[in-house]
């Protein structure tokens, strides 16, 4: 029987050692920029790490966006809130309407002056006065030429305000004393003139109170 180291198999093997060896002493030996890579092949090389700044890496599904839970089985949904109406704008104020500063009144309203203690001016001539006139009235005649004279009277004794009411009456009819005594007042800053068109004669007609004599 032959000794195991002269079969073929033992042969190949040792001149397989022999050269492996002779690799690794030449590799060795070698400049480090001539060396041979050596990789393993049984271990995957690791996975890079994360650069610096970015979020560590999770091998994890990312959360879906939330959605709102449907209400369980049976329930109705909650209604929605009703939309407060519109407060409407009020419309502005429209402002009360200027009196006119010359004003023509009636018997009645005459009378209600009257009894209200308003001031009452007769534009009449002074020999008509004296025959009859209203109880308190002040002889004022616009055509006669002390008429300045009586109305700074008449405003002395009795201090008007300009937006007082005074009432002026004449003989009625086509009479204008009246609205000419009531303009030259407008024009001295009076604006609250109220004349009594019908004048002397209905209020005699009406049965009021009449005084005679001068003033």
């Not at 022999?18 to 070698?30: D, E, K, W």
């Not at 002390?146 to 007082?164: H, S, T």
Request: net charge positive.
């Amino acid at each position: 029987m032959r000794p195991p180291w002269h079969s073929t198999t033992f042969r190949v093997l040792t001149l397989g050692a022999i050269s492996l060896l002779v690799a690794v002493l030449a590799h060795r030996v070698a400049a480090p920029s001539r060396r041979l890579a050596w990789r393993s092949t049984l271990a995957p090389s690791p996975a890079p790490a994360n650069p610096p700044g970015l979020p560590e890496r999770r091998d994890q599904p990312l959360p879906s966006p939330s959605s709102p839970e449907a209400p369980p089985q049976g329930t109705k949904p909650a209604a929605p809130a009703p939309r407060a109406k519109p407060t409407p704008t009020p419309a502005p104020a429209q402002p009360a309407p200027t009196p006119a500063p010359i004003t023509e009144i009636s018997s009645q309203e005459a009378w209600q002056a009257f009894l209200a203690g308003r001031p009452f001016l007769d534009a009449r001539r002074s020999g008509e006065f004296t025959e009859g006139h209203l109880p308190g009235a002040w002889n004022t005649p616009v055509w006669e030429a002390d008429l300045d004279d009586r109305l700074l009277d008449f405003k002395a004794q009795r201090r008007p305000g300009a937006g007082d009411a005074i009432v002026i009456y004449c003989s009625g009819g086509d009479c204008r004393d009246s609205h000419l005594l009531a303009e030259k007042l407008l024009a001295q800053g009076y604006f609250h003139l109220l004349v009594y068109r019908a004048g002397y004669p209905d209020w005699v007609a009406q049965g009021h109170p009449v005084e005679k004599g001068g003033r």
